[in-house]
């Protein structure tokens, strides 16, 4: 009897090692995922992840949520993107009670991960006063080295100018992070 148990507890053992073994050297030659999904747009190559799609854009890995092609039919000015290229600071602002606060706030943060990796700092603000401490932007405060972005709801999913002010203009919540990502790519060279 005890040596059935012993025989039943070292196969129960071999079992257990050989299943590990197998669900290590199949992550080793299969990877974690299954598929890698993959798309070309102007000779990059956009590789996906989980929640993004990332591509590496003069030599510096940068993450979107939308291929380029998704985000042509967000119309911007190349006044827009002459305005943002080569700065330093942009400031990105929205009304503190926006209907969409939280895809705008979304929005405004992805923005600065992507643009800190190109040493370009995004100061985010609101329009009024606020309790969290943020500055107040407005158009107002838009100058030709700091540039403004004002997220805020329209009737359309575009990008305009506004005197010196660029109004990103989105009607439903993805669309705002559309916005965003066509403004990255005008700002990255993807799309003119």
């Known amino acids: 009897m005890r040596e059935k148990k012993e025989k039943r507890r070292w196969g129960l053992i071999l079992f257990i090692v050989f299943i590990m073994i197998g669900t290590s050297v199949s992550f080793v030659f299969f990877g974690f995922s299954g ?3 993959k798309a070309k747009y102007n000779g990059i ?18 993450a979107f949520s939308f291929l380029p092609k998704e985000a042509e039919k967000v119309s911007m000015p190349s006044d827009v993107t002459q305005r943002l290229q080569n700065r330093f600071e942009i400031d990105v602002t929205y009304d503190l009670n926006s209907t969409y606060k939280e895809s705008i706030a979304l929005a405004q943060h992805q923005m600065g991960l ?4 190109y040493n370009i700092f995004v100061r985010k603000g609101f329009t009024a006063n606020n309790t969290f401490s943020l500055p107040i932007i407005t158009c107002d405060n838009s100058t030709i080295n700091v540039p403004v972005v004002y ?5 359309t999913t575009n990008i305009n100018m506004e005197n010196n002010c660029i109004i990103a203009e989105a009607p439903a919540n993805d669309d705002f992070i559309m ?9 990255l060279g993807v799309m003119k």
Request: zero cysteines; glycine letters at 8%; aromatic letters at 16%.
């Open 179 to 187: 916005v965003k990502d066509r403004l990255l790519y005008g700002m």
């Open 114 to 117: 992507t643009l800190a990796n």
């Open 35 to 37: 598929v890698e999904e």
């Open 151 to 155: 997220f805020r709801y329209g009737n």
């Open 45 to 62: 190559t956009f590789i996906r992840f989980a929640d993004r799609w990332e591509a590496k854009i003069n030599g510096i890995d940068a």
